[in-house]
């Protein structure tokens, strides 16, 4: 049992306010709001595994972007015209503020521990050949336009993009045409020392968390409550099997949120499926080769390959150590969590939305066909694609670690069609009893967002008492748009640490806390 376990004793009879499944970021953040709404109401966090943050939002189990829409193409698709639409870049860097409001006011508060899960990291974009550097250029233009991103730099200067990242561009053909844009404003998250930090202040403040207990079903009672049945795992177990009745049930389970929502036969889960992709990433932490790097840099991804399989080389820090990590190389499993059942994906499957499945599949045979290529693929094959970001990269640097499963959303279109969904789904009941988040990046990073529409749905008639203290917490969420904040525009170098936080003024840190927009440009 771990620190932040709540020991049996001091668990209540079997009712409680708030029961989240899974103890990911998405749980743990709802649970941080509700606690911040509802000091009263008792929650209970019920993980499966021996510890919080051990799926999803373990940070070798994901690429730790603050998803800022800064570098990610798939966010910035080009129309049929050529021009581009940064649409989605837009709403997602938005969400993104929110989290980070949310962040700083919990950092203020002193109900995070510190600041050691984000460390400023610039974002770049990194492509090859004349086509792809004047779509760059295109995006870099139109991005600009917008307040957002006003501080993103573009160069297809050797020189230049060798002083942000020399790795790019050592032993590259020098009549190779590249270019590359970079954000100083992004960063890189430990979203799994996040979740603790936020499980950490729950359980203090009186939240309960069952560590190694697995929800196996969960039904209606007839006074419209959820009674959930609990096995216990540990090999120890005084009882293995108990029950607990909430008001109010989420289910943050990663992969494993689709089958618990099925099995609670709410309507508004027919026809939902869910396609399981694992992936692969290299990962060096040779001290002369991680100097040389500091951004995280984003590719354009292959014909066919899902968003979560763009190439992308990465700055991580994790426990305080600087990595840097390479890939996703795409597979697939059958499991719809790393450390779940082989058989996820085939108990999934419904008569309500078998047809779905299968017709997102016959939509989506490139993808298929990528993910087939990547399972047949040579390990120096797939080492090459790491020398077209880094020429001089050598084996001997790199190891191979297994990344988390991502289970990509599959619904009914309009039409009543199976479409393959790439991002995230929140499915409630229509009386709010029950939700589940569905879905895979940008995920953690607009987790805030993604959780504030769920007490939005779920709470209706609380909800509007609850506006004015959110918007204390997240000034973005009453219409304050995040360029009229306050920035700060004094950092210049995009190699140093993370800033050390500032005194608060009336126990609020200025929106700048993490640099949002810096400028380096001299």
Known sequence: MTSRETSPRQQPADAVDVVLVGGGVMSATLGTLIQQLEPTWSIRIIERLDDVALESSNPWNNAGTGHAALCELNYTPERADGSVDITKAVAINEQFETSRELWQHLLATGQLADESFVHRTPHMTFVRGAENVEFLRRRYETMTAHPLFRDMEFSTDRAEISRWTPLLTAGRDADEPIAATRSVAG?????????????????RHGAELQLQHEVTSLKRTKDRRWRLKVKDRSWNA??????????????????????????????????????????????????EVV???????????????????????????????????????????????????????????????????????????????????????????????????????????????????????????????????????????GDGSIAGLLGASPGASTAVSAMVDV????????????????????????????????????????????????????????????????????
């Not at 508004?268 to 001290?287: A, C």
């Not at 899902?306 to 150590?321: E, F, N, Q």
């Not at 390990?379 to 084996?395: G, Y």
Request: charged share 20%; glycine share 10%; aromatic share 8%.
């Open 187 to 203: 960063t890189d998250v430990d979203f799994g020392n996040l979740t603790r930090q936020l499980v950490d202040n729950l359980v």
């Open 238 to 287: 005084p009882r293995r099997t108990s029950t607990v009745t909430a008001r109010f049930v989420f289910v943050g389970a990663g992969g494993g949120a689709l089958p618990l929502l099925q099995a609670s036969g709410i309507p508004e889960i027919k026809g939902f499926g869910g396609f399981p992709i694992s992936g692969e990433f290299l990962r060096t932490d040779n001290p």
């Open 291 to 429: 100097a040389q790097h500091q951004a995280k840099v984003y590719g354009k991804a292959d014909v066919g390959a899902p968003p979560m399989s763009v190439p992308h080389l990465d700055t991580r820090v994790v426990d305080g150590k600087s990595y840097l990590m390479f890939g996703p190389y795409a597979g697939f499993s059958p499991k719809y969590l790393k450390k779940g059942k082989y058989l996820g994906l085939i108990t999934s499957l419904r008569a309500d939305n078998i047809t779905s499945m299968l017709g997102a599949g016959l939509k989506n045979m490139d993808l298929t066909q990528y993910l087939l290529g990547q399972l047949a693929a040579a390990p120096e094959s797939k080492f090459h694609t790491l020398q077209q970001f880094m020429p001089q990269a050598h084996p001997k640097d790199w190891e191979k670690i297994t990344a988390g499963q991502r289970v990509q959303v599959i619904k009914r279109d309009a039409d009543g069609k199976g479409v393959l969904q790439f991002g995230t789904e929140v499915v409630t009941a």
């Open 455 to 522: 007490l939005g749905r779920c709470f209706p008639q609380e909800f509007p008492a609850w506006r004015e203290q959110l918007a204390a917490m997240m000034p973005s969420l009453d219409g304050v748009p995040a360029d009229a904040r306050e920035i700060d525009t004094t950092a210049s170098a995009a190699d140093e640490p993370a800033a050390t936080l500032p005194e608060p003024v009336d126990g609020v840190l200025p929106a700048s806390v993490y640099e949002s927009q810096a400028d380096s440009r001299s």
